[in-house]
């Protein structure tokens, strides 16, 4: 078994499969630029879909859109594996507190870039879904079964204080500890557009765990909707207009953060 899993270690730090695994972090740039650039369009009267599936829909309608989605369906199964390789293998040396919470975070992004791989298929197979009825199917069905309603009102806590964080993240610009960069100049940038991009995904997420909660709360599961669902109820709001396009803009700079990352960061 030992031997097993020291095989497997070795098989997930392999240099192939990190220069993968930094196409992933790319993909993910390219996905939040998208959905940045369907909120500003949002905001300025259009149509979109403001999330992963929309972004995934404007991918596939670029020239070599079959190519490009399966390349990109590889990143993310690489940087899933590499993320789920850190959760098992990884941060043993830390202390008790600080290796749970680690592991954690590693096994969550890979559940994150799964979930990418999955839509990025799921599209280029042609099996397409509209996202926002998804959304709300799933929080009817949980408010049905035993216990649905507690666990919506966690689900919804739960992202909202994942956008906290990466906001909080952003202010205190703590994402550079896990990059490599090479001059002050290009820290600069990095640091700027890495704080907007934090802070604006933060704010998206945040919306979006409350929208989860209230339409909890007031038993509407219909008003669960997602990050589409969400940005298109706040362009709503009094100076929500401005506000999404600010929204669009933020994830346009982590999005472009992002890719950065694919190049700078310590893996």
């Known amino acids: 078994m030992n031997d097993a899993a020291d095989a497997a270690e070795d098989v997930t730090n392999s240099k192939p499969l990190e220069i993968a695994a930094r196409a992933g972090f790319a993909v993910s740039g390219v996905l939040h630029f998208l959905i940045g650039l369907v909120a500003i369009r949002l905001a300025m009267g259009g149509q979109g879909q403001a999330d992963v599936s929309g ?58 870039y799964t979930a990418f791989a999955l839509t990025l298929a799921s599209v280029a197979t042609g099996a397409r879904s509209d996202n926002r009825e998804s959304a709300s199917d ?91 669902g969400s940005l298109k109820a706040l362009r709503e709001q009094p100076f929500g207009v401005y506000l999404l396009a600010a929204v669009g803009v933020g994830l346009i700079c982590y999005g472009i953060f992002m890719v950065v990352r694919a190049k700078l960061a310590k893996m």
């Open 55 to 112: 972004a995934v829909e404007e991918l596939a309608g670029q020239p070599a859109g079959p190519l490009l989605l399966w390349t990109s369906f590889a990143a993310c199964v690489a940087l899933a594996i590499w993320q789920a390789s850190d959760a098992i293998f990884d941060f043993g040396h830390l202390p008790t507190k600080k290796k749970i919470g680690n592991k954690l975070k590693a096994a969550l992004q890979a559940v994150v």
């Open 138 to 228: 799933m929080t009817v069905n949980l408010m049905k079964s035993p216990g649905g309603v507690a666990l919506l009102v966690v689900i919804g806590v739960a992202i909202a204080v994942t956008g906290i964080i990466y906001a909080i993240r952003g202010f205190r610009k703590s994402f550079l500890k896990y990059l490599r960069v090479p001059s002050q100049q290009t820290r600069t940038v990095v640091t700027a557009v890495g704080v907007v991009g934090y802070v604006a995904k933060g704010f998206a997420l945040l919306l979006v765990g409350l929208l989860v909660i209230i339409a909890t709360v007031t038993a509407h599961p219909e008003e669960s909707t997602g990050l589409d």
